[in-house]
């Protein structure tokens, strides 16, 4: 028996010393330690020995275990060692390389125009309110003074979810929310998604965005609107900017006009980009019609109130010289990356 232990434990040791990856030393643990290993076959071999002569014969196969397990071990930690040494040796990381760079994103050309609009009007003392897309038909139409029957109606070609409610087609409606919340004096202004039936083009889409201001006080006058908006023009466009105001009409304004500004390309003197005209149109607007006034709870003959409505987009092809609105909404990386 004891001779056998001995065959056994030499056996291990040559396997072990053979053994150049861990895989093996694994191997050599399961063929001698494992539970149908060599070491527990001689165990099992413990019947056919006298019984006076067991405790020693366990003692010496308990030996031999630990000796083979401790070979186990040491064989183990020695290549680690080496494996470690190796990768340390093949994964050296040259701190002297230049890092990878973050792409960082950025604004989207509607969000800088968007909030280079936000800033004037903070700066005059707006507030910014935002309303719900979907609408009443009663506040995108009805309250602003647009009935059933008025052509304008037909003209927005609207999105209708049921007969009463809309996407909204302008951004008015949360106006006539703020009127009607009946806190005066108001100066807000509300920009945000629209939706018009319209086919896409270089100019148009069925979703766009607007701006709509207003003002409500005591004594608010067509002078007040002009001043307000040469301020606008001039400190989105340039101090040299002039305004013309061209008559007009708004349903829910009035008098109402839409506002031109000189070409910031050419100054007025007429290009390609004003098409020789030396104006561009930027907006419209005029005095809230004592009716929407009322509609909304506004006494009209102690307040009146001037409001006005841009197109984001058109803002955003304007300043960034961008010429098909189809790119703002694509967002092709390429396009976007250099605004
Ligand atoms: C345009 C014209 C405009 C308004 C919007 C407005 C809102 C209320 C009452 C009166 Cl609650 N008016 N908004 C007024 C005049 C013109 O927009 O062409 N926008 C792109």
């Known amino acids: 028996m004891k001779e056998k232990l001995q065959t056994l434990k030499g056996e291990a040791v040559k396997q072990i010393q053979e053994a150049d990856i861990p895989e093996k030393l694994n191997d050599v643990r399961i063929r001698f330690l494992g539970k149908k290993g060599e070491l527990t076959a001689v165990l099992k071999g413990m019947k056919d020995v006298a019984a006076e002569e067991r405790p020693k014969v366990g003692q010496m196969v308990n030996e031999t275990r630990e000796a083979i397990e401790a070979l186990l071990d040491e064989a183990k930690k020695k290549m680690d060692a080496v494996i470690r040494a190796e990768k340390l040796k093949t994964e050296v990381i040259d701190v002297t390389l230049p890092a990878d760079r973050n792409s960082i994103g950025h604004r989207h050309p509607?969000?800088?125009?968007?909030?280079?609009?936000?800033?004037?009007?903070?700066?005059?003392?707006?507030?910014?309110?935002?309303?719900?897309?979907?609408?009443?038909?009663?506040?995108?139409?009805e309250k602003l003074n647009i009935p059933a029957d008025h052509p304008a109606k037909d003209e927005q070609d609207t999105f209708y979810i049921n007969k009463d409610i809309v996407l909204r087609t302008q951004t008015s409606p949360v106006q006539a929310r703020v009127m009607e919340q009946g806190k005066l004096p108001i100066r807000m202004i509300a920009p945000g998604r629209v939706?018009?039936?319209?086919?896409?083009?270089?100019?148009h889409s069925p979703s766009f965005h607007q701006i709509e201001g207003m003002v409500i006080d005591k004594n608010i006058s067509f002078a007040d609107l002009k001043g307000t908006l040469e301020i606008f023009a001039k400190e989105?466009?340039?101090?040299?900017?002039?305004?013309?105001?061209?008559?007009?009409?708004?349903?829910?304004?009035?008098?109402?006009?839409?506002?031109?500004?000189?070409?910031?390309?050419?100054?007025?003197?007429?290009?390609?980009?004003?098409?020789?005209?030396?104006?561009?149109?930027?907006?419209?607007?005029?005095?809230?019609?004592p009716h929407v006034l009322e509609m909304c709870g506004v006494d009209p003959e102690e307040y009146s109130g001037?409001?006005?409505?841009?197109?984001?987009?058109?803002?955003?092809?304007?300043?960034?010289?961008i010429d098909d609105m189809r790119l703002l909404f694509e967002n092709d990386i390429r396009f976007l990356k250099q605004f």
Request: net charge negative; proline share 4%.
């Open 306 to 321: 001037f409001a006005f409505g841009v197109g984001l987009e058109r803002i955003a092809l304007l300043k960034y010289e």
């Open 236 to 289: 989105l466009f340039g101090e040299d900017t002039k305004t013309k105001f061209r008559p007009h009409h708004f349903p829910f304004t009035e008098p109402s006009a839409e506002v031109d500004v000189t070409c910031f390309k050419c100054g007025g003197s007429g290009c390609r980009f004003c098409k020789g005209t030396g104006w561009i149109e930027i907006l419209g607007c005029g005095m809230v019609h």
């Open 110 to 141: 509607n969000t800088i125009a968007l909030e280079e609009v936000e800033r004037i009007f903070i700066g005059m003392g707006y507030e910014v309110v935002e309303g719900p897309d979907v609408e009443y038909d009663l506040y995108n139409f």
């Open 195 to 203: 939706f018009r039936s319209d086919e896409v083009d270089a100019t």
